[in-house]
Protein backbone atom coordinates (compact mmCIF):
# COMPACT_ATOMS: atom_id res chain seq x y z
CA UNK A 1 0.00 0.00 0.00
CA UNK A 2 1.44 3.65 -0.68
CA UNK A 3 2.08 6.10 2.18
CA UNK A 4 -0.29 7.91 2.87
CA UNK A 5 -0.57 12.09 5.04
CA UNK A 6 -3.26 11.48 7.63
CA UNK A 7 -5.02 14.63 6.27
CA UNK A 8 -5.34 12.74 2.15
CA UNK A 9 -7.69 9.58 4.16
CA UNK A 10 -10.73 10.41 2.95
CA UNK A 11 -14.94 10.81 4.31
CA UNK A 12 -16.46 7.59 5.92
CA UNK A 13 -13.77 4.89 6.41
CA UNK A 14 -10.40 4.66 5.16
CA UNK A 15 -7.86 3.37 5.41
CA UNK A 16 -3.69 4.44 4.73
CA UNK A 17 0.01 3.85 5.59
CA UNK A 18 1.80 6.71 7.91
CA UNK A 19 5.75 6.93 5.95
CA UNK A 20 8.00 6.12 9.29
CA UNK A 21 11.33 6.42 7.96
CA UNK A 22 13.59 4.70 6.77
CA UNK A 23 11.55 1.50 7.15
CA UNK A 24 7.99 0.15 6.20
CA UNK A 25 5.29 2.38 6.92
CA UNK A 26 2.54 2.19 9.67
CA UNK A 27 -1.47 0.65 9.47
CA UNK A 28 -3.49 4.31 10.15
CA UNK A 29 -7.32 3.91 9.54
CA UNK A 30 -9.86 6.63 9.88
CA UNK A 31 -13.29 6.83 10.66
CA UNK A 32 -14.76 10.63 9.90
CA UNK A 33 -18.05 11.22 11.18
CA UNK A 34 -20.69 13.22 9.35
CA UNK A 35 -20.46 16.10 11.96
CA UNK A 36 -17.62 17.72 13.23
CA UNK A 37 -16.60 16.84 16.88
CA UNK A 38 -13.01 15.99 18.13
CA UNK A 39 -10.59 13.48 16.66
CA UNK A 40 -10.18 10.38 19.06
CA UNK A 41 -6.74 8.67 19.09
CA UNK A 42 -6.40 4.86 19.66
CA UNK A 43 -3.69 2.83 19.33
CA UNK A 44 -2.80 -0.84 19.88
CA UNK A 45 0.09 -3.53 19.14
CA UNK A 46 2.92 -1.51 20.75
CA UNK A 47 3.69 -4.37 22.25
CA UNK A 48 3.64 -6.94 20.13
CA UNK A 49 1.82 -9.93 21.80
CA UNK A 50 -0.82 -7.92 23.87
CA UNK A 51 -3.57 -8.88 21.41
CA UNK A 52 -7.27 -7.88 22.75
CA UNK A 53 -6.61 -4.09 21.62
CA UNK A 54 -5.30 -4.91 17.68
CA UNK A 55 -8.76 -6.92 17.66
CA UNK A 56 -10.57 -4.51 19.33
CA UNK A 57 -9.97 -1.79 17.01
CA UNK A 58 -10.38 -3.87 13.73
CA UNK A 59 -14.03 -4.66 15.18
CA UNK A 60 -14.52 -0.62 16.07
CA UNK A 61 -13.14 -0.01 12.43
CA UNK A 62 -15.64 -2.79 10.94
CA UNK A 63 -18.73 -1.87 13.14
CA UNK A 64 -19.01 1.86 14.07
CA UNK A 65 -20.89 3.49 11.87
CA UNK A 66 -19.84 6.90 10.81
CA UNK A 67 -23.36 8.13 9.91
CA UNK A 68 -23.88 9.32 14.14
CA UNK A 69 -20.22 9.41 14.35
CA UNK A 70 -19.22 12.83 15.71
CA UNK A 71 -15.53 14.07 14.72
CA UNK A 72 -13.14 11.31 13.77
CA UNK A 73 -11.45 8.10 15.25
CA UNK A 74 -7.60 7.67 14.42
CA UNK A 75 -7.31 3.97 14.69
CA UNK A 76 -3.38 2.61 14.65
CA UNK A 77 -4.29 -1.21 15.18
CA UNK A 78 -0.69 -2.88 14.70
CA UNK A 79 2.26 -0.27 16.07
CA UNK A 80 4.83 -2.62 15.99
CA UNK A 81 4.03 -4.93 13.47
CA UNK A 82 7.54 -5.96 13.60
CA UNK A 83 7.09 -7.27 16.86
CA UNK A 84 3.84 -9.19 16.74
CA UNK A 85 3.98 -11.24 13.65
CA UNK A 86 7.28 -13.45 14.98
CA UNK A 87 5.52 -13.32 18.59
CA UNK A 88 8.30 -11.14 20.37
CA UNK A 89 7.32 -9.70 23.28
CA UNK A 90 7.35 -6.28 24.64
CA UNK A 91 10.09 -5.49 22.18
CA UNK A 92 10.68 -4.48 18.54
CA UNK A 93 13.54 -7.25 17.41
CA UNK A 94 15.32 -5.26 15.20
CA UNK A 95 16.68 -3.03 18.02
CA UNK A 96 15.13 -5.16 21.15
CA UNK A 97 14.24 -1.68 22.42
CA UNK A 98 10.54 -1.46 23.93
CA UNK A 99 8.80 1.17 22.11
CA UNK A 100 7.00 2.00 25.32
CA UNK A 101 10.25 3.44 26.91
CA UNK A 102 11.60 5.60 23.89
CA UNK A 103 9.34 8.86 23.80
CA UNK A 104 9.79 11.62 23.12
CA UNK A 105 12.32 9.52 20.76
CA UNK A 106 15.58 11.60 19.18
CA UNK A 107 15.46 12.47 15.15
CA UNK A 108 16.19 9.70 13.11
CA UNK A 109 17.01 6.96 15.77
CA UNK A 110 16.29 2.98 15.50
CA UNK A 111 13.35 1.51 13.99
CA UNK A 112 11.88 1.76 17.71
CA UNK A 113 12.32 5.59 17.99
CA UNK A 114 11.47 6.28 14.27
CA UNK A 115 8.03 4.63 14.85
CA UNK A 116 8.05 6.90 17.68
CA UNK A 117 8.68 9.83 15.80
CA UNK A 118 6.45 9.09 13.42
CA UNK A 119 3.36 8.95 16.19
CA UNK A 120 4.73 12.46 17.77
CA UNK A 121 5.55 14.20 14.31
CA UNK A 122 2.39 12.78 12.26
CA UNK A 123 -0.41 11.54 14.64
CA UNK A 124 -0.44 13.75 18.40
CA UNK A 125 -0.98 16.96 16.33
CA UNK A 126 -4.27 15.56 15.52
CA UNK A 127 -5.45 14.35 18.78
CA UNK A 128 -7.98 15.73 21.03
CA UNK A 129 -7.86 12.52 23.11
CA UNK A 130 -5.37 9.25 22.65
CA UNK A 131 -6.27 6.17 24.27
CA UNK A 132 -3.46 3.24 23.92
CA UNK A 133 -4.18 -0.41 24.34
CA UNK A 134 -2.14 -2.65 26.08
CA UNK A 135 -2.66 -5.99 28.06
CA UNK A 136 -0.53 -8.19 29.93
CA UNK A 137 1.94 -9.66 27.50
CA UNK A 138 2.21 -13.56 27.20
CA UNK A 139 3.79 -13.61 30.49
CA UNK A 140 1.67 -11.89 32.15
CA UNK A 141 -1.12 -12.49 33.72
CA UNK A 142 -3.37 -8.88 34.91
CA UNK A 143 -6.74 -7.57 35.96
CA UNK A 144 -8.12 -4.97 33.44
CA UNK A 145 -7.05 -2.03 34.51
CA UNK A 146 -6.55 1.73 33.38
CA UNK A 147 -3.36 4.06 34.38
CA UNK A 148 -3.90 8.17 34.29
CA UNK A 149 -0.93 10.62 33.68
CA UNK A 150 -0.88 11.93 37.28
CA UNK A 151 1.85 14.12 36.39
CA UNK A 152 1.23 15.62 33.06
CA UNK A 153 -0.42 19.27 32.48
CA UNK A 154 -3.50 19.31 35.16
CA UNK A 155 -5.92 20.40 32.39
CA UNK A 156 -5.07 17.04 30.30
CA UNK A 157 -5.00 15.15 33.49
CA UNK A 158 -8.08 16.26 34.88
CA UNK A 159 -9.86 15.37 31.12
CA UNK A 160 -8.41 12.34 31.24
CA UNK A 161 -9.01 11.29 35.02
CA UNK A 162 -12.69 11.89 34.14
CA UNK A 163 -12.75 9.70 31.17
CA UNK A 164 -11.19 6.99 32.68
CA UNK A 165 -14.26 6.39 34.38
CA UNK A 166 -15.93 5.85 31.73
CA UNK A 167 -13.95 2.43 31.01
CA UNK A 168 -15.37 -0.42 31.85
CA UNK A 169 -12.18 -1.27 34.11
CA UNK A 170 -12.34 -1.72 38.11
CA UNK A 171 -9.26 -0.45 39.03
CA UNK A 172 -7.45 3.01 38.01
CA UNK A 173 -4.08 3.54 38.60
CA UNK A 174 -2.13 7.51 38.68
CA UNK A 175 1.05 7.23 36.67
CA UNK A 176 3.89 8.80 37.01
CA UNK A 177 5.32 7.54 33.62
CA UNK A 178 6.67 9.77 30.69
CA UNK A 179 8.43 8.31 28.25
CA UNK A 180 6.11 5.75 26.88
CA UNK A 181 3.24 6.77 23.75
CA UNK A 182 0.48 7.67 25.63
CA UNK A 183 2.57 9.21 28.92
CA UNK A 184 4.72 11.36 26.51
CA UNK A 185 1.65 12.56 24.78
CA UNK A 186 -0.08 13.69 28.14
CA UNK A 187 3.14 15.37 29.07
CA UNK A 188 2.70 17.55 25.79
CA UNK A 189 -0.92 18.28 27.09
CA UNK A 190 -3.37 15.72 25.31
CA UNK A 191 -5.42 14.00 27.54
CA UNK A 192 -4.31 10.21 26.90
CA UNK A 193 -4.63 6.97 28.65
CA UNK A 194 -3.51 3.57 28.73
CA UNK A 195 -6.35 0.47 29.21
CA UNK A 196 -5.39 -2.74 30.04
CA UNK A 197 -7.08 -5.74 28.80
CA UNK A 198 -6.11 -9.49 28.41
CA UNK A 199 -3.03 -11.61 29.24
CA UNK A 200 -1.11 -15.02 28.96
CA UNK A 201 -1.10 -14.63 25.28
CA UNK A 202 -4.75 -14.85 24.94
CA UNK A 203 -7.65 -12.82 23.26
CA UNK A 204 -11.05 -13.86 24.77
CA UNK A 205 -14.11 -12.80 22.87
CA UNK A 206 -15.34 -11.22 26.08
CA UNK A 207 -12.44 -9.06 26.63
CA UNK A 208 -12.86 -7.97 23.02
CA UNK A 209 -16.48 -7.12 23.68
CA UNK A 210 -15.88 -5.29 27.03
CA UNK A 211 -12.93 -3.09 25.47
CA UNK A 212 -15.36 -2.31 22.60
CA UNK A 213 -18.01 -1.14 24.68
CA UNK A 214 -15.26 0.80 26.44
CA UNK A 215 -14.34 2.40 23.74
CA UNK A 216 -17.82 3.31 22.93
CA UNK A 217 -18.25 4.56 26.00
CA UNK A 218 -15.09 7.28 25.85
CA UNK A 219 -16.45 8.56 22.86
CA UNK A 220 -19.65 9.04 24.37
CA UNK A 221 -17.98 11.48 27.47
CA UNK A 222 -16.03 13.19 24.63
CA UNK A 223 -19.47 13.77 23.14
CA UNK A 224 -18.41 11.67 19.90
CA UNK A 225 -21.44 9.26 20.60
CA UNK A 226 -24.43 8.30 22.75
CA UNK A 227 -23.07 5.61 25.01
CA UNK A 228 -21.67 6.92 28.22
CA UNK A 229 -21.85 5.13 31.01
CA UNK A 230 -19.79 5.83 34.06
CA UNK A 231 -18.63 3.02 35.73
CA UNK A 232 -19.57 3.40 39.26
CA UNK A 233 -17.83 0.15 40.44
CA UNK A 234 -14.25 1.36 39.56
CA UNK A 235 -11.66 2.83 42.09
CA UNK A 236 -9.12 4.61 42.20
CA UNK A 237 -5.15 3.68 43.73
CA UNK A 238 -4.57 5.48 46.91
CA UNK A 239 -0.76 3.82 46.46
CA UNK A 240 1.11 1.26 44.23
CA UNK A 241 4.11 -0.94 44.73
CA UNK A 242 5.83 -2.28 41.96
CA UNK A 243 7.62 -5.28 43.61
CA UNK A 244 10.84 -6.34 41.70
CA UNK A 245 13.19 -9.70 41.38
CA UNK A 246 16.37 -8.83 43.40
CA UNK A 247 18.75 -11.01 41.21
CA UNK A 248 18.19 -13.94 39.16
CA UNK A 249 15.91 -17.15 40.14
CA UNK A 250 12.74 -19.02 39.61
CA UNK A 251 9.45 -17.40 40.49
CA UNK A 252 6.85 -19.14 42.33
CA UNK A 253 3.87 -16.74 42.80
CA UNK A 254 1.41 -17.71 44.65
CA UNK A 255 -1.97 -15.23 44.37
CA UNK A 256 -3.83 -14.18 41.17
CA UNK A 257 -5.13 -11.30 39.64
CA UNK A 258 -7.80 -9.55 41.29
CA UNK A 259 -6.82 -11.77 45.11
CA UNK A 260 -7.58 -9.24 47.64
CA UNK A 261 -4.26 -9.44 49.97
CA UNK A 262 -3.15 -8.62 53.39
CA UNK A 263 -0.06 -6.97 55.29
CA UNK A 264 2.28 -9.67 55.35
CA UNK A 265 0.80 -12.52 53.03
CA UNK A 266 3.10 -14.09 51.15
CA UNK A 267 2.68 -12.90 47.18
CA UNK A 268 5.79 -15.51 45.86
CA UNK A 269 9.02 -16.78 46.45
CA UNK A 270 12.13 -16.64 44.01
CA UNK A 271 14.30 -19.73 44.59
CA UNK A 272 17.35 -20.67 42.92
CA UNK A 273 17.55 -23.93 40.76
CA UNK A 274 17.82 -26.14 43.49
CA UNK A 275 14.66 -24.81 45.84
CA UNK A 276 16.66 -22.94 47.36
CA UNK A 277 14.44 -20.04 48.72
CA UNK A 278 16.66 -16.43 47.51
CA UNK A 279 13.83 -14.09 48.36
CA UNK A 280 10.14 -14.04 49.64
CA UNK A 281 7.88 -11.55 48.72
CA UNK A 282 4.96 -10.80 51.24
CA UNK A 283 2.33 -7.67 50.54
CA UNK A 284 3.52 -4.17 52.67
CA UNK A 285 0.08 -3.31 53.20
CA UNK A 286 -3.78 -4.65 52.59
CA UNK A 287 -4.55 -4.38 48.83
CA UNK A 288 -5.55 -5.81 45.46
CA UNK A 289 -2.76 -8.19 43.46
CA UNK A 290 -3.18 -6.29 39.84
CA UNK A 291 -0.81 -8.42 37.39
CA UNK A 292 1.99 -10.75 38.07
CA UNK A 293 4.88 -12.22 35.79
CA UNK A 294 4.20 -15.82 34.79
CA UNK A 295 7.90 -16.21 33.39
CA UNK A 296 9.48 -18.99 35.82
CA UNK A 297 12.63 -17.49 34.86
CA UNK A 298 13.47 -13.62 36.11
CA UNK A 299 16.36 -11.79 36.52
CA UNK A 300 17.46 -8.48 38.89
CA UNK A 301 14.44 -5.82 38.53
CA UNK A 302 11.75 -7.56 36.41
CA UNK A 303 8.32 -7.20 37.62
CA UNK A 304 7.45 -9.90 39.83
CA UNK A 305 3.62 -8.51 41.14
CA UNK A 306 2.08 -5.54 41.41
CA UNK A 307 -0.87 -4.32 43.77
CA UNK A 308 -2.49 -1.74 44.72
CA UNK A 309 -4.19 -0.28 48.03
CA UNK A 310 -7.68 1.07 46.86
ZN1 LIG B 1 2.04 -3.32 26.87
Redesign the pocket.
Known amino acids: MKLTKLRELGNGRAKGMLPVSGGEGLPVWSLRGRQDGPTLVLTAG??GC?YVGILTLRRLFDSLETASLRGRVLLLPLVNGEGFFPGSK?MVPSDGKNL?RVFPPPPDGTRAERIAQAVVEQVYPQADFLLDL??G?VNEAMTPLVFFPATAPEAAADQARSAAKHLEVDYRIPSTAQNGLYSYAAQTGIPALLM?VGGMGLWLREQVELELRSLQSLMGFLDMGPQAVENLAQKEARRMCYAEASGRGLWLPRVVPGQRVYTGEVLGTVEDLDGQELETIRAQWDGIVLYHTLSLGVSGGDMLVTYGQF
Open positions: VHEQNHGDE
